[in-house]
């Protein structure tokens, strides 16, 4: 991960600052300083866009679909996380026009997509998708998270319940149930091809 010059006070003083006077691109705030993120490969890439294409189809409006752009303030270390897909509320709209930015003050969005990133369960990838993003999510509120994951063919969708997740698995031609969107027909195979 590089590292970018610019330091700062407090994280206060990051989140005061317009999206104009940040450097391009996705970065991690950690402990006064910003982390560049890593970029993905191109078939999580790809999964990400698709399910935003599928999720337009089923009539989610795009304004609240914000792929690998949307940050969130977290708890912990990193402070600011990019989730592969943001799915917000009417309400972010105007929230969000100066700085695409989700912050503790602000609701939560309504459900955040991670697409898991190859790595066996010791991997730094493994333990940053499987325990710390869902950890800090929660802790946030996020009502529902989905975790597609290509390498074990399983796309996870994780309800929020007494603060951590309780996220059910589905594969192949199994449809996925997703509260937030309790009529959308998606297969786990669906996503999972991402269009191929």
Known sequence: MALVTTKFRSFDEYLSMPSSDLPE????YWDGELIA??????????????????LMNAGIPLPLLR??????????????????????????????ERRNTITRQMPPPRVLVEVVSPGDESSDNYIRDYQEKPSQYAAIGVPEMWRIDPDRA??????????????TTFRGEETIVSPTFPTLNLTAIQ???AGR
């Open 25 to 28: 691109g996705c970065f991690e």
């Open 67 to 96: 792929p690998h752009s949307c940050e969130v303030v977290v708890p912990g270390n990193p402070k600011t996380r990019y989730p592969d897909l943001t799915i917000l509320d009417a309400v972010h709209i105007p929230l969000i």
């Open 37 to 54: 993120v890593m970029s993905e490969s191109g078939f999580n890439d790809l999964l990400a866009n698709y399910l935003l294409v599928l």
């Open 191 to 193: 996503v999972l091809s």
């Open 154 to 167: 399983w796309v996870q969708v994780g309800t929020l319940t007494t603060g951590e997740y309780n996220f």
